[in-house]
Structures are given as structure tokens and as C-alpha cells.
Nanobody, 121 residues
């Protein structure tokens, strides 16, 4: 079975930094997308950043460009989201996801983590 487990969430002050970690087991990094999504209360789930194997560069939401960085360590089956200079509007539950295509569409992803709360004050 595929399992995605997020960690690293919590409370952070605006302008600080936080790193989210997604540990994957049972999943083969293949030809589908992996990404980070978030959902704030009363809002739809949205893509924060995604990676497509073989693509030139990761893709980011406009709202986080220049502040957040997605990366993978294939040897450790781990994906990261480095959040620098977070803002209060970044407050949400963050999810890692795998197996999607197209990358921007949450409904296409086959596997999801349980989510981790990030609160920026």
C-alpha cells in the first residue's frame, strides 16, 4: 500500500521559515506528478507546488513564488516544501499528494497524506 506521511507543520511567525516533509512508502517515483496542496477554512484545495518527472522546473502557485521551494530526495522517498517568509494568508492545512495528472488538478491525484496544519501569525 502507498502511504504518504507529512510532518513539520506548526505555528510560525510571519517572515520566519518552516519546512514540511512528506515521507512516501510503497510509491514509485514515476511518470506522474507529486505535489503540495493546501486548504484553508471555507476555501477549495489548491496547488502550492508540484513536480513532474522529466519536466524542467517545478511549478508554483503565484502566491508562493519566490518564497516556497519544493524538492525531492528520491533516495529517501521524501519530498519537501521549504516555506520562507510565510504570510498569515499561507495559514492552511497542507497536504502532500502523488500520482496525479495534470499536476494542478487535486482530483486526479491517487494518493494523499493526512495533512499538517500550518499557522502563520
Amino acid at each position: 500500500d502507498v502511504q504518504l506521511v507529512e510532518s513539520g507543520g506548526g505555528s510560525v511567525q510571519a517572515g520566519g521559515s518552516l519546512r514540511l516533509v512528506c515521507a512516501a512508502s510503497g510509491y514509485t517515483y514515476s511518470r506522474n506528478c507529486m505535489g503540495w496542496f493546501r486548504q484553508a477554512p471555507g476555501k477549495e484545495r489548491e496547488r502550492v507546488a508540484s513536480i513532474y518527472p522529466g519536466a524542467g522546473s517545478p511549478v508554483y502557485a503565484d502566491s508562493v513564488k519566490g518564497r516556497f521551494t519544493i524538492s525531492q530526495d528520491n533516495a529517501k522517498n521524501t519530498m519537501y516544501l521549504q516555506m520562507n517568509s510565510p504570510k498569515p494568508e499561507d495559514t492552511a492545512v497542507y497536504y502532500c499528494a502523488a500520482g496525479g495528472w495534470p499536476c494542478y488538478l487535486p482530483s486526479t491525484y491517487n494518493y494523499w497524506g493526512q495533512g499538517t496544519q500550518v499557522t502563520v501569525s
